[in-house]
């Protein structure tokens, strides 16, 4: 069993920057691809940008490149998305996740593990 806490959400003006966190239970985080999805209300839960175990591999949304950075410390059990460049459309809350499968999907019903997510609001 494993629990996911987000943290570092919050109001931002737009271009601004915002470093979310989430730190994950157990002694096994080194076995999951990590991933950050977002939902703004009314749409559906996209995919952002996940991470292979060893942080080998990276993914990200074609909305975010060049803006957005994952990474993860296997050694503190967190993963991290650095969000530079903020805009007013990346307004959702954003969830951790969690897969025990090797490689990287986008699909959300894929991943094994969620956080409750965190609130970004990106101010006009």
């Known amino acids: 069993q494993v629990q996911l806490v987000e943290s570092g959400g919050g109001l931002v003006q737009a271009g601004g920057s915002l470093r979310l966190s989430c730190a994950a239970s157990?002694?096994?985080?080194?076995?999951?691809?990590m991933a950050w999805f977002r939902q703004a209300p009314g749409k559906e839960r996209d995919i952002v940008a996940a991470?292979?175990?060893?942080?080998?591999?990276?993914y990200y949304a074609d909305s975010v490149k060049g803006r957005f950075t994952i990474s993860r410390d296997n050694a503190k059990n967190t993963v991290y998305l650095q969000m530079n460049s903020l805009r007013p459309e990346d307004t959702a809350v954003y969830y951790c996740?969690?897969?025990?499968?090797?490689?990287?999907?986008?699909?959300?019903?894929?991943?094994?593990?969620w956080g409750q997510g965190t609130q970004v609001t990106v101010s006009s």
């Open positions: 991470i292979t175990r060893s942080g080998g591999n990276t």
């Open positions: 996740a969690a897969d025990r499968y090797v490689l990287i999907t986008t699909t959300p019903s894929t991943y094994d593990y």
């Open positions: 157990g002694r096994t985080f080194s076995s999951y691809v």
